[in-house]
């Protein structure tokens, strides 16, 4: 019987839905999902295995224009997007005219690959918005195939999924079946904390934190947890950090909850903050962090 398998990289402006779509497909939370905009960092690897196919879906930053070293990184990972794909999924929001960044949306209309583009969110429009948008985006990227879904809906997510498929080429397999990912347990340690800094932080908070989770033992029956969280100023800190202790005692609650789900374990999550002064803007720091890929 003849395999399939190949990559599908998702790219879009911010928040119109990447890391939704992405996890309908993969069945399991791998990218952070919060209402604020540009919470994917890194090109996240979602793998969904069938008996004859492997669909490897990267998740890429909503394309944005980079204002400080830790957006140009991010930035990096979207070009890269471009390289590796056998399927381009380009995801739009009803509503939305125009892509953010001119050069970007040359590329996808010049792309020698499969584009599949998905008008997100038409559960929150009518009949007339979707009939408007289907004939711009038809017009816009002559070269790509358009669905309408809403992917937290699930509605017609099925559709484009049997429609990958289709347009994935004879291969064997890259990664073991039972892979779900090509992230290590950490990067999912550190992704749920960051989505609960996300959720209860306001301003520029979550966008100056980085997580690192310096223990990971796994036991027979509990996982002990130490990780980090990195701030970039002494006020950051405060902020976190909360009256007696209170904001970051909700955050470790939060997550370690999330993270008992995540691993079907019982978890033991110690949570500190340090300042780490302009971590953003330091080459050498973000290579730690796995930003800089070159």
Do not use: C
Not at 142 to 160: C, K, R, Y
Not at 201 to 217: G, L, N, R, S
Request: net charge neutral; glycine share 6%.
């Amino acid at each position: 019987m003849s395999h399939k398998a190949g990559f599908v990289n998702i790219i879009g402006n911010p928040n119109v839905g990447k890391s939704t779509l992405m996890n309908a497909f993969v069945g399991e939370r791998l990218s952070i999902i919060t209402s604020k905009a540009q919470t994917t960092r890194h090109r996240i690897l979602g793998i969904v295995n069938g008996e004859d196919f492997q669909m490897i879906l990267s998740d890429t930053p909503g394309i944005i224009k980079p204002a400080y070293e830790l957006q140009a990184s991010m930035m990096d990972f979207v070009k890269s997007a471009f390289e590796d794909a056998d399927v381009l999924l380009y995801i739009v929001e009803l509503g939305e005219k125009e892509l953010k960044d001119e050069a970007f949306f040359n590329k996808i209309r010049g792309a020698k690959i499969p584009v599949l583009l998905l008008i997100n969110k038409i559960d929150k429009g009518n009949e007339e918005m979707l009939g408007e948008a289907l004939k711009l985006w038809s017009e816009k990227v002559p070269n790509a195939e358009v669905f309408a879904i809403s992917a937290l809906e699930n509605f017609g997510v099925p559709q484009v999924f049997n429609r990958i498929i289709e347009l994935l080429p004879e291969s064997p397999a890259f990664y073991p079946k039972d892979q779900l990912t090509d992230k290590p347990e950490r990067f999912f340690v550190n992704e749920i904390i960051r989505e609960k800094i996300l959720m209860h932080y306001k301003k520029e908070i979550p966008y100056a934190v980085e997580i690192d989770t310096e223990d990971f033992f796994e036991e027979d029956e509990i996982i002990r947890m130490r990780s980090v969280i990195m701030v970039e100023r002494d006020s950051q800190k405060g902020i976190i950090i909360g009256h007696k202790g209170t904001a970051l005692k909700r955050v470790g609650v939060e997550a370690r909850k999330d993270l008992e789900k995540f691993f079907g374990k019982q978890v033991h999550l110690e949570l500190y903050v340090k300042v780490n002064k302009n971590w953003r803007s330091s080459e050498r720091q973000l290579k730690r962090f796995g930003y800089n890929q070159k």
